[in-house]
């Protein structure tokens, strides 16, 4: 880049518009009280004040903030996530619908009783706003992108380091610390804007199946109630079905400990194997319009960084979708069970909800292209046929003792033919106790010495060498003629 030289006798001034902008942009000297619009046309910028004071917040945010552990700015993820959430309505939740949150969660406690073995978790249910969803889930949202993130910003700073002209990175010094803050906080701000949309569409700390907080229990009374306008159902039986979802996937997480490790340990090792693909980098590097602030933003949620899966991450995938769908399928179950004959609109609530677990909300397809990673249950359906099989046949004790070990979950082949589990399980569980029997008799020495059966015991005796007297030279011919006869 190239500035036209200063006057003489004006050292102070700023050698063109654009550097001016940038200067007091960043603070420089006379940052006060100056135009930016003026200058913005100069420099061939959008004069939109609103446009250009989003414009100037990203790009300090970008150059400025420190990037804090790691290539990825966690801090701006979780202050931008603030800011989406904080730009619609975001009320506090009042002490009315507190009570009405943790009066429906009690309810939902009682019915479920008399669906399921699992007991009752005795956490006192909590209404929260928006912000305090996004302030209770974050650490876990930090530990499930963190793979992806650092993969990201790092390739990214890398290709804006390649693409940068080398009169830029003259003016700029050594940049290499900048460019990494850029990628980093470029990543955290979009990532802050899909986890803040995504606190405008959860219904509670559960909703989306993962277990993102341990061991609570909430709803969001303004998404819930967002939930169920254009249903024509009573505000409070939405509720009521809503909450006993709640209480299903905190006793299910509460009693079955392996479960959030397991979940969670799924989307870390897709996570892990994600490697970014610095070519379309280069390609939105060059495609970005700096006159546009959202194209970044545009880039990222069209999935520009999408990487093709490796043959690693579809196992992964395949565990994660399938674990995802046996809690949805189960909570789904009990939850229908649990309502019926004492909530009249549970059937229509129920089809309400598989529809939007199928199918997803715009911030959930949000993320998805962010990440790479969808989180919702595709056999949702199956799961629920197979589980409602297995209690049929087994009873409510028979079906809930499955989940006591990973091993003993049902398999995708198995939610492929939900109704032949139990036989195939059966026949399994068999197979099983023929070889533990087997061993424990080997293991008691119980096949180290033939059984003395009498049909065994007489081949014994046939098989023994002849004893002297025996045989032919004692009398006996072929034909077992007995002693003394006379031989043929």
């Known amino acids: 880049m190239t500035t036209p030289e200063k006057p003489s006798g004006h050292d102070d001034e700023p050698q063109d518009p654009l550097s001016e902008l940038f200067g007091r942009l960043m603070g420089g000297a006379g940052a006060e009280g100056f135009d930016p619009t003026e200058i913005a046309k100069a420099a061939g910028l959008p004069s939109d004040p609103n ?23 966690w801090q701006l993820a979780h202050d931008h996530a603030r800011r989406t959430a904080a730009a619609t309505s975001d009320p506090s939740v009042s002490a009315a619908q507190n009570r009405d949150v943790d009066e429906a969660l009690r309810l939902a406690e009682l019915w479920l009783d008399k669906a399921t073995d699992l007991p009752g978790t005795g956490i006192i249910g909590r209404g929260w706003s928006r912000a305090e969803w996004i302030e209770a889930t974050m650490g876990t949202w930090r530990r499930l ?46 990532l802050g804007a899909a986890i803040g949309a995504l606190s405008g569409e959860v219904v509670s700390s559960s909703d989306i199946g993962v ?12 998404n819930v109630a967002k939930f169920g306008e254009g249903l024509g159902l009573p505000e409070g039986d939405v509720r009521l079905y809503l909450a006993v979802r709640e209480a299903a996937h905190a006793r299910l997480f509460m009693h079955v400990p392996w479960l959030r490790a397991h979940l969670l340990g799924a989307i870390e090792d897709y996570a892990r194997g994600v490697h970014i693909d610095v070519s379309k980098i280069e390609e939105l590097a ?44 189960w909570v789904d179950e009990l939850t229908a069970t649990a309502t019926e004959g004492v909530l009249p609109s549970a059937a229509a609530l129920r ?34 046929t197979l589980w409602k099989s297995v209690g049929d046949e087994r009873g409510i004790a028979g079906r809930d003792a499955i989940w006591k070990h990973p091993d003993l979950l049902p398999t995708p082949e198995d939610l492929d033919d939900p109704q ?12 099983d106790s023929e070889v533990d029997e087997a061993l424990e008799k080997l293991l ?16 014994g005796e046939q098989e023994q060498e002849p004893e002297p007297g025996d045989g032919p030279e004692d009398g006996t011919d072929d034909g077992g003629a007995p002693p003394g006869a006379p031989r043929a």
């Open 51 to 73: 446009l250009l004071r989003q414009m100037f917040e990203q790009v300090q945010a970008m150059m400025s903030a420190p990037g804090g552990e790691g290539p990825v700015n």
């Open 351 to 384: 089809e309400a909800v598989r529809r939007r677990r199928a199918t997803g909300g715009p911030a959930e397809h949000a993320f998805a292209s962010l990440v790479g990673l969808e989180l919702r249950p595709r056999r949702l359906r199956d799961a629920a």
């Open 420 to 431: 032949g589990f139990s036989a195939r399980r059966s026949r399994a569980e068999a197979q």
């Open 286 to 329: 060059h495609s970005i319009d700096p006159s546009n602030p959202e194209s970044v933003q545009e880039a990222l949620q069209g999935g520009v960084f999408m990487p093709q899966r490796t043959p690693q991450q579809d196992a992964a995938l395949v565990k994660l979708e399938t674990a995802l769908a046996l809690v949805e399928g």
């Open 444 to 459: 008691a020495g119980g096949f180290d010495a033939p059984s003395e059966s009498p049909d065994t015991a007489g081949a």
């Open 211 to 222: 277990p993102l907080v341990d061991l609570e229990m909430a709803l969001l009374p303004a």
């Open 145 to 190: 992108t963190e793979p992806v993130a650092n993969s990201i910003a790092t390739a990214l700073s890398t290709a804006l380091n390649e693409q940068m002209p080398e009169e830029m990175k003259g003016m700029l010094g050594g940049a290499s610390s900048m460019l990494t803050n850029m990628g980093g906080a470029i990543f955290g701000m979009q």
